[in-house]
C-alpha cells in the first residue's frame, strides 16, 4: 500500500490529502429543482433510466435542454423549464466527463 503525502495543512494542524470542493456553495433551490426533475424521470422512465447514455441520448438531451431554454426564456410556465433545463446540463456534464459526446 502506498502511503500519501498530506497536501493541505489545517488549522489546529489537521491535514487532508487535498481540498475538496465546496458543494456547499451549491444553491439550495437550484439542487432542489433538479433532484425534482430526476424524480419526475424517474416516474416515467424509471430510475437512473438517463444513465444508459450513448451518443443518441446524448444529441437528444442537448435538443431537450435548448427546447427548455426557449420555452424558459419565453416565459412558458406550463412546465418548470428551468428545472429541466439544469437537469439537463447535468446529464451532460456526466456524460462530457465520460467522454461520450455526440
Not at 490529502?17 to 425534482?36: M, N, T, W
Not at 451518443?55 to 412546465?79: K, Q
Not at 418548470?80 to 446540463?89: I, P, R, T, V
Not at 456524460?95 to 455526440?102: D, G, N, R, T, Y
Request: one cysteine or more; charged letters at 25%; hydrophobic letters at 35%.
Amino acid at each position: 500500500m502506498r502511503t500519501k503525502k498530506p497536501d493541505v495543512k489545517l488549522e489546529n494542524g489537521a491535514s487532508r490529502s487535498h481540498r475538496a470542493l465546496q458543494y456547499e456553495l451549491l444553491p439550495k433551490a437550484g439542487v432542489d429543482r433538479v433532484v425534482e426533475r430526476l424524480m419526475l424521470g424517474a416516474g416515467i422512465h424509471g430510475a437512473h433510466n438517463w444513465k444508459q447514455g450513448g451518443p443518441e441520448f446524448v444529441a437528444e438531451t442537448r435538443r431537450h435542454m435548448v427546447a427548455h431554454l426557449l420555452n424558459y426564456l419565453e416565459g412558458d410556465t406550463s412546465d418548470d423549464h428551468l428545472g429541466a433545463l439544469l437537469c439537463n446540463g447535468f446529464f451532460l456534464a456526466h456524460f462530457e466527463s465520460k467522454q461520450e459526446k455526440a
